[in-house]
Nanobody, 125 residues
Framework: QVQLVESGGGLVQAGGSLRLSCSAS????????MGWFRQAPGKEREFVAA????????RYADSVQGRFTISRDNAQGTEYLQMNSLKPEDTAVYYC??????????????????WGQGTQVTVSS
């Protein structure tokens, strides 16, 4: 079992930056692929970014490519999402997720076993 807790959300102006953190406990993270998803009001939850268990591979949604960076520190049991050049359309609840997967990436919701409670990101225009 893995418990995930996100932090770092908040209100920021368009063009600004935020760094989300996801702290994990309960299981060795180094054997888990991890990712970030988001859900805007009235929309389905969508994929944002994913990272492999050792951090060697990453993947991003087209909408955030070049602006967001996913990373992880397995020794600290933490995953990060650095968000730069934020836009109002980035406003959403952001969720971190993890799943036991030693090799490769998990890109869809159904592949993830564990989820955080979400943190709100609001970007004002």
């Amino acid at each position: 079992q893995v418990q995930l807790v996100e932090s770092g959300g908040g209100l920021v102006q368009a063009g600004g930056s935020l760094r989300l953190s996801c702290s994990a406990s309960g299981r060795t993270l180094s054997n888990c692929a991890m990712g970030w998803f988001r859900q805007a009001p009235g929309k389905e939850r969508e994929f944002v970014a994913a990272i492999s268990s050792r951090g060697g591979r990453t993947r991003y949604a087209d909408s955030v490519q070049g602006r967001f960076t996913i990373s992880r520190d397995n020794a600290q049991g933490t995953e990060y999402l650095q968000m730069n050049s934020l836009k109002p359309e980035d406003t959403a609840v952001y969720y971190c997720a993890a799943t036991p997967l030693l090799l490769g990436l998990a890109l869809t919701e159904s592949e993830y076993s564990y989820w955080g409670q979400g943190t709100q990101v609001t970007v004002s225009s």
